[in-house]
C-alpha cells in the first residue's frame, strides 16, 4: 500500500471512530437522562441496561488506557 493510500485509510477510519463514538456518546446522554424509561412497548428497559453497559465499558477502557500509559512512563 501506498504512503498516499495509508493517509487515506488512517483518516477514514479516525473519521469513522468519531461518527460512532458521538452516536455512542448521545446514547450514554440519553440514558442518564432517562429518556427510554417507560416505553415497554418499545423495549426500553433494555435499552437503558445496553446504555449503563456501554458508560461502564468505556469507563473500563479509559482506566486500562490510562494504566497503561502510567506504566509506560516509569
Do not use: N, P
Not at 426500553?44 to 482506566?63: D, Q
Request: hydrophobic share 45%; proline share 0%; with cysteine.
Amino acid at each position: 500500500m501506498t504512503q498516499h493510500a495509508h493517509g487515506i485509510r488512517r483518516r477514514l477510519v479516525r473519521a469513522v471512530l468519531t461518527v460512532v463514538g458521538a452516536i455512542g456518546g448521545l446514547f450514554c446522554y440519553f440514558v442518564c437522562q432517562g429518556m427510554f424509561s417507560g416505553y415497554s412497548k418499545y423495549h426500553s428497559r433494555l435499552l437503558s441496561i445496553m446504555g449503563l453497559a456501554l458508560i461502564v465499558l468505556t469507563g473500563g477502557v479509559a482506566w486500562l488506557v490510562d494504566e497503561h500509559r502510567m506504566h509506560d512512563d516509569k
